[in-house]
């Protein structure tokens, strides 16, 4: 299959040519060999294998928690006491029944809906995991939720605006209208989270205690993550209230409206209104606005990037530094060498990945199989247009230019960056082709993952019996179909890239060469072994080529999402810890 994508693929890209993809039989092959893989040898007694040891009891206890949850959400009518006894039967159960939970989960993923999806996810919004952070995560003097009205204002025009803007234009002001989309004017929830109080706060806390301080010089504007449609600010406290200490500066959570009862615009033009009226009100939030720095991971990272592009296109002040943390750039079903991974990622399935997507784009999956059926599953690239064009609408951009320079797959295994070059990343590179900074400070000793140390480990492994890679080739041909695995969502995945209308304000990756070299510097933090890997690199790449600062730091053996472990994996602490002093730096730039 990466020789499929390699083939596939325009020189310098990692992604799939789109424009090959229906007519080229070894590019429509490569899905089709994806969708033969059994899933379920990934979510056994495998579970995780290829990340750090910190992470492998959560990712168990997920593991444990989703298959449950798929269970009793089949038989959520029961209540009571039959409900508690059922849910710890079956947690009981696959505990120790390996092979039972990995049926259990990958059904779930195949088959589930998006409402399963955010339900599972939106568990952690319940009462017990909302008191965690209270618990045992830093107090801090501020961490309420504030409303901001659907009132429109006007900002100062500090940038040029972009030929063909499609907004009205006063000489010096720019018109911030709320957002509309799907529902109408309506407010916007933030929370605003702050380690000490600050002067300026008098209209959400009242009284100011005596122990309130100056206005901080930085402002942190934060967009949460949840696939679109999962999660809040409350859930991500769990880090932020770290950060809000560690940082002792103003943090402004945005909770965008979910999908897919409000797909996309709707939560990018929250997002945008949210951050121009932070910079309309600066001092209310304890910050002079010396410097503002974006940061969003998974969902988050991609509503910043898409929100810098509209500040450049209004000419609104943009951040000084956007941080997106495991992001994905380009929703769209283009396979590339690290999305094929979600094919055994356990908190990023394939199942659940393409039905988020789906959802975002604001595409009926039902309505979308009918078409795909009148159409034939061949689903040439007007076909599958045409069904995406009924499901959802959206302007396309001009196709961006690709690189003749080869940008392989062997650049980031071929070793360790020797020298200064070891500083700046871990044991992944980016081959000397991005300018990443000579000064950037080495990881922490717990991210790094020397060749020796991983030779002990599997020699330790391999002590202990059958290894996680001795089971996988134990399971041998049972776990390779010769057809693909029938599930409601093979059809729109071998159909191919072109469900998902091209949008450059849903794919970051897809916006106006001219918008993205006015972007601020970028600072993009991945995950050597996450689907959304290829991602950042196609990005950084891109935005490296357009001059633009750049740097891209890659991190080894921690899954998609580990910011939400900060509690339960030393490793995924000590990214939390990274992400902190990448911040730190940037507020003192």
Known sequence: MRNACQHSARPGSLFVDESVYT???????????????????FYGRCLGFQFCDSVHATLLAISIGMATFAEDYKNRDRRGLAKWASTLANSSRH????????????????????????????SAENPFFQSLPMIMCPSPAVSEVFHIPPTAFQLPRVLPHSPGAFYSQIPDKVNIAPPVAHRGPDAVACRLLCHRARVGMTWLLGNLPPDTVAPSNCLIFHVHGGGFVAQSSRSQEVYLRHWARDLDCPIVSVDYSLAPKNPFPRALEEVF??????LNNLRALGSTGQRIIAVGDSAGGNLILSMSIRCVQFGIRPPDLLLPIY????????????????IMDPLLPVGILT????????????????????????ASSSSANAAAAAASKSSAPPDSAH????????????????????SSLSSSGVGGRLP?????????????????????????????????????????????????????????????PFIIPLDPFMSPYLADDADLARLPPVHMIACRLDPCLDDSIMLARKLSELGRP???????????????FNLTSRDAKAGSDFVVQRLREAMSD
């Not at 690189?403 to 070891?422: K, L, M, Q």
């Not at 750049?550 to 991190?555: A, F, M, P, R, T």
């Open 403 to 422: 690189s003749d320079e080869i940008f392989s797959w062997d650049d980031w295994t071929a070793g360790e960056p020797a020298g200064d070059e070891a």
């Open 95 to 122: 505990l120790y029944d390996h092979e039972g939970r990995a049926a259990a989960v990958v059904n779930m993923t195949r088959n589930a809906t998006v409402d399963f999806c955010l339900s599972f996810w939106n």
């Open 23 to 41: 007519t080229d039989p070894e590019a429509k092959d490569l899905m089709l060999q994806a969708e033969c893989i059994a899933q379920e040898c």
């Open 327 to 342: 992001t994905p750039a380009l929703i769209r079903f283009t396979p590339s060498p690290s999305r094929l991974m979600a």
């Open 273 to 278: 209104f949210s951050y121009a009226w932070c």
């Open 550 to 564: 750049v740097k891209l730091y890659v991190l080894s053996d921690l899954p998609h999402g580990f910011l939400n």
């Open 436 to 496: 990443v900074s000579r000064s950037a400070p080495a990881l922490p000793q717990q991210l790094q993952s020397p060749r020796p140390e991983r030779r002990r480990q599997a020699q330790q492994q391999q002590q202990r019996g059958a290894s996680e890679l001795d089971f996988l080739a134990q399971l041998g041909e049972r776990h390779f179909a010769q057809s693909p695995i029938e599930t409601p969502l093979t059809k729109i995945r071998i159909a191919g």
């Open 355 to 378: 039905r988020c997507l789906l959802a975002y784009a604001g595409i009926d999956e039902g309505s979308l199989l009918g078409q795909l059926a009148e159409n034939g599953l061949a």
